[in-house]
T-cell receptor, first 112, second 111 residues
Framework: NAGVTQTPKFRILKIGQSMTLQCTQD?????MYWYRQDPGMGLKLIYYSVGAGITDKGEVPNGYNVSRSTTEDFPLRLELAAPSQTSVYFC???????????FGPGTRLTVT | KQEVTQIPAALSVPEGENLVLNCSFT??????LQWFRQDPGKGLTSLLL?????REQTSGRLNASLDKSSGRSTLYIAASQPGDSATYLCAVRDSSYKLIFGSGTRLLVRP
């Protein structure tokens, strides 16, 4: 039972490059979320989705884009990477009623 | 705007001690509150979830309480062990499915 998987685990980007962080869940959850965690801080919501084809902004959406074409996948796109986007990115999902959220292992991104 | 605060930011205790971690939130209109554990370089593991209508939840040596009216939750860890060393995060969920996180408490249990 894989749960929530994220790829890659680590990535170093140069300023101005683009990349997509992948997130997949195998629990048939409707709700999916992207968070970022800066050192010594809690998590902040970037984007979330309540089902395939539906996405909405969270607290810190600037510089990111998402899509949700299937129930399983919720990729996060970074265009024109900036040093301020250096962070650890977590994907999460939750089932009907959005009770408990289950988290992936995270992607550690450095932009230099 | 909902804000979640966790005190203390760091805690160091000898093995075997009972301890309490605190979480406070500014808006009592929450849907639920969740406590997580995060090991260094790892993701989050859900420990306990308390619905807004509940007062407490227990799992093994862990007990979490919720007082919505005062905007507080506590996580009680009994008979602490070195394996309990981690960062503990609390998060509240509002009606829009979003989780608002505190900054966490870093716990070190010394052998």
């Amino acid at each position: 039972n894989a749960g929530v998987t994220q790829t890659p685990k680590f990535r170093i980007l140069k300023i101005g490059q683009s990349m997509t962080l992948q997130c997949t869940q195998d629990m048939n959850h409707n709700y999916m979320y992207w968070y970022r965690q800066d050192p010594g801080m809690g998590l902040k919501l970037i984007y979330y989705s309540v089902g395939a084809g539906i996405t909405d902004k969270g607290e810190v959406p600037n510089g990111y884009n998402v899509s949700r074409s299937t129930t399983e996948d919720f990729p996060l796109r970074l265009e024109l990477a900036a040093p301020s986007q250096t962070s650890v990115y977590f994907c999460a999902s939750s089932g009907q009623g959005a009770y408990e959220q289950y988290f992936g292992p995270g992607t550690r991104l450095t932009v230099t | 705007k909902q804000e979640v605060t966790q005190i203390p930011a760091a805690l160091s205790v000898p093995e075997g001690e009972n301890l309490v971690l605190n979480c406070s939130f500014t808006d009592s209109a929450i849907y639920n509150l969740q406590w997580f554990r995060q090991d260094p370089g790892k993701g989050l593991t859900s420990l306990l979830l308390i619905q807004s209508s509940q007062r407490e939840q227990t799992s093994g040596r862990l007990n979490a309480s919720l007082d919505k009216s005062s905007g507080r939750s506590t996580l009680y860890i009994a008979a602490s062990q070195p394996g309990d060393s981690a960062t503990y995060l609390c998060a509240v969920r509002d009606s829009s499915y979003k989780l608002i996180f505190g900054s966490g408490t870093r716990l070190l249990v010394r052998p």
